[in-house]
């Protein structure tokens, strides 16, 4: 089921117009649908059931504190990445024990307030790592539980900026080094081996990579086991793919499926770390045309809209479908345009040559699967303030973040008195 789309020619979230949002809360907004979002859930909730397993939402995805609420009262956990993120799985209600530190540089500072929070698993990533949190862990007099994360060098098939998984990414340590590392973590006095940690990368569309991966940690659990060690959980990471264009992703089912296949046996707890498949098709990005600007070769659509408010398409080369809020008639004329922000830099557009109808300064536009990567990497840059977040649930509908006003974004910074006081310098 969808829950975007056109009702009496307007385009709807669920049951409100996104027309009727952008009149009170103003362009751009995002704008996430409460019933996708448990959709997504569900689906994991009834997957798992009867294994012995548990969603750590990957809150880097979408840190609104909305959503996360949504996703801890269906059950589940976060996987974290830094102390902002901790404090605000904490402020949205996951309870600490739930929490999966992830990460590949973490600081002592960071780690000790992991430990002082209750945080119940931190994935380490490297053997200096080891050593820090076992130093920080001492100094509270705690035990730590860990993973630690294997690089198990498999070909994700993905964008080569959020891929993980092979030789020469930065994260885990590479399968054929981590055996020495668990040995190490075992001679630790502060730290508890708890399991192994995989994270393949991220928009996964095809289940091959996951298969082989679990292939290899699975192997590697039994000689780690051999070795002495008490593996009982495997966090096998997020990473599954959602729709931007035409892919097909595999269906949570399957995905559960070929987990469920490949740790027959290995008698461990799974850990699923989520984060684009939970949210990324539950949200858009709503954007009122400013002006149409023809070109000699092509048409420029500037929206107000821009690479700050979402990075994607110029960061990854990501394709997002543009669609008119107002629904055009079946046979409105096309133009070739490009939908572009007024940012100044070539690299600021949303979508190039794409055939839409004609669109005129004062239409909205809806950029669709823009729930996960959107507004987590915006940023202020020209001046802009961030764009606000609207939850849509049936037929209500709640601003989560304002947009914050231009006095307030000034009113963080402070100019040196020295050149208050006049000085020359
Ligand atoms: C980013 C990340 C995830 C989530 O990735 P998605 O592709 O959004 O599912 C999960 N685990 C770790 C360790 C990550 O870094």
New binding site residues.
Partial sequence: MSFFGYKKGDMHAEGVALKTIAAQVGTPFYCYSAGALRAAMGEFNRGMKGMNASVHY?L??NPSLAVIKLFAEMGAGA?I?SEGEMMRALAAGVPARKIIY??VGKKATELMAALQAGVGQI?VESAAELETLNAVAGQLGKRADITI?VNPDVDARTHAK?T?GKKGNK?GIDIDLARAAFAEAGKLPHLRIVGV?M?I???LTTLAPYAKSLKKVGKFIAQLRADGHKIDRFDV????GIVYKKEKPPSIADFLAVVKKETKGLDCELSF?????LVGEAGVLVSEVILVKPGASKTFVIVDAAMNDLIRPTLYEAWHDIMPVRQPRPDAATIRCDIVGPICESGDYLAQNRDLPRLSAGDLIMVRSAG??GAAMASTYNSRPLVPEVMVDGTRFAVTRPRPSIEDMLSVERIPQWMKNGEKT
Avoid: C
């Fill in positions: 990957a880097k995805a996987d990445v992830s990460g994935n994360r959020i993980t994260f940690a994270h990368g991220s928009q990471g997020g990473g599954l770390e989520p984060g684009r498949r996960a990567y």
